[in-house]
């Protein structure tokens, strides 16, 4: 059975960092993609970045770009995502998702985790 | 402003279709053969319903189908079922850099 199971969700001050992890099991880690994907509090779904299986294709949305870092450690059947320069705006529900194609992004999530919430406030 | 258009809500009784559009460009629907979607019941994660236009993913009821024209893709669910009462957001892969734009989301209301 797939698993992702998000972590490191919490409250913090705007301007601070914030490191999320994504722990997968049940498929084979290394051979897919995988994303990040959030949503606001009553609002819709937001593409937030995502990286192929190898690391060697990386993509961000505009409004997190030069803030936030996706990265992958395939030992560990982890994926991270490493939040920097928080706005208010970044508050959501944080998703981890399964790209459903083998190897490359596609930008079809087969599989999701249940979330982690990142609330940006002082 | 989401990058890919849908209708903000539909509704249908049940036994009826319904149709959700989702309008981008070509260089996202239009361009690709990339277009998803998904279904999004209150306080749950997305479920993968259509992707590559008009594939079903194993166990999604054939009730559910996916067409693409132009530059706008649409969702069809015929025999609307109360169960089918959800979010619906669509997806497409796109030439930017962000590789990935979703619709604002369409709200279902099953009469």
């Known amino acids: 059975e797939v698993q992702l199971v998000e972590s490191g969700g919490g409250l913090v001050q705007p301007g601070r960092s914030l490191r999320l992890s994504c722990a997968a099991s049940?498929?084979?880690?290394?051979?897919?993609?995988m994303h990040w994907v959030r949503q606001a509090p009553g609002k819709g779904l937001e593409w937030v970045s995502g990286?192929?299986?190898?690391?060697?294709?990386?993509g961000y949305a505009d409004s997190v770009k030069g803030r936030f870092t996706i990265s992958r450690d395939n030992a560990k059947n982890s994926l991270y995502l490493q939040m920097n320069s928080l706005r208010a705006e970044d508050t959501a529900l944080y998703y981890c998702?399964?790209?459903?194609?083998?190897?490359?992004?596609?930008?079809?999530?087969?599989?999701w985790g249940q979330g982690t919430l990142v609330t940006v406030s002082s | 402003q989401s990058a890919l258009t849908q209708p903000a809500s539909v509704s249908g009784s049940p036994g009826q279709s319904i149709t959700i559009s989702c309008t981008g460009t070509s260089s996202d629907v239009g361009g690709y053969n990339y277009v998803s979607w998904y279904q999004q019941h209150p306080g749950k994660a997305p479920k993968l319903m259509i992707y590559e236009v008009s594939n079903r993913p194993s166990g999604v009821p054939d009730r559910f189908s996916g067409s693409k024209s132009g530059n706008t893709a649409s969702l069809t669910i015929s025999g609307l079922q109360a169960e089918d009462e959800a979010d619906y957001y669509c997806s497409s892969y796109t030439s930017s850099s962000t590789h990935v734009v979703f619709g604002g989301g369409t709200k279902l209301t099953v009469l």
């Open positions: 049940g498929f084979t880690f290394d051979d897919y993609a």
């Open positions: 990286i192929s299986w190898n690391s060697g294709s990386i």
């Open positions: 998702a399964k790209d459903k194609d083998y190897g490359g992004i596609s930008g079809y999530f087969d599989y």
